[in-house]
């Protein structure tokens, strides 16, 4: 918790208008023993309940944060990242308390399914922010095809936006706005700005704005995106 204070307060203390969005990804952790003695959860098992995932979040109120919203094997053996029904489902509904948007996390397509279910069940304001993962083993893979289908089991009147992992975060920036949807880069999801060359998170962000703007597409403001995504104010 100190440490999330930290750096929100060291961003809100700054000169430079962001819209915080923080992660509830943490505490999934489910590593599960030998095949011969499954329950002997091993001492990476990091797994707690959705409540205390978002902490930090009730105490700090970003304007958004993000929700996983499902369970999927992970890469590595025996290791399964677990976020139930019940759990998003208690999320959901605090979030609508706090006033924090959730960034809906989807990593295939039965997420997507799920999700439009808890909006259908009035757990998500409208209008509900999507953000398709792509890449993340084993998950939905980065392809044209997988996004395109992806996309097509959106919601109407949603806002979203897309990545990929690796070196096909770039590929994917111009993919999300041939579809129609925003883009995402950072260091979370790639460390290089080409081959061999390490980048920052400024640098990932200026190539992808430069791929947009190459594209015809713009770059909104903090306050134009408020108004597109629906956040309250900061």
């Given amino acids: ?90 999320g959901t509904r605090r979030l609508q308390e706090i006033g924090v948007k959730p960034e809906l996390e989807v990593f295939d397509a039965g997420q997507i399914w799920f999700a439009k279910h808890m909006i259908d069940q009035g757990l998500i304001e409208a209008p509900p922010l999507f953000q398709i993962c792509l890449g993340i083993p084993w998950g ?33 920036v111009a993919q999300s706005l041939v579809l129609g949807g925003h883009v995402r880069v950072g260091l979370e999801d790639n460390l290089y700005l080409e081959k061999g060359v390490l980048a920052s998170n400024a640098q990932l962000v200026d190539r992808a704005r430069l791929i947009i703007e190459a594209m015809g597409g713009s770059v909104q403001s903090p306050a134009e995106a408020r108004r597109t995504l629906g956040l309250r104010s900061p």
């Fill in 140 to 172: 939905a893979p980065a392809t044209p095809g997988v996004f395109q289908a992806m996309v097509n089991e959106l919601p109407a009147g949603c806002n979203w936006t897309g990545f990929a992992i690796g070196a096909m975060e770039m590929p994917m």
């Fill in 1 to 90: 918790m100190d440490l999330y204070r930290e750096v929100v307060d060291r961003v809100r203390d700054s000169s430079t208008d962001v819209i915080i969005n923080l992660t509830t990804g943490m505490g999934g952790d489910l590593y599960l023993g030998p095949d011969d003695d499954p329950l002997a959860f091993t001492d990476d098992t990091d797994c707690v309940g959705q409540i205390e995932r978002m902490a930090h979040v009730e105490a700090l109120l970003p304007e958004i944060c993000s929700l996983d919203c499902g369970s999927f094997n992970y890469m590595g053996q025996n290791y399964v990242y677990v976020s139930t029904q019940t759990m998003l489902e208690l």
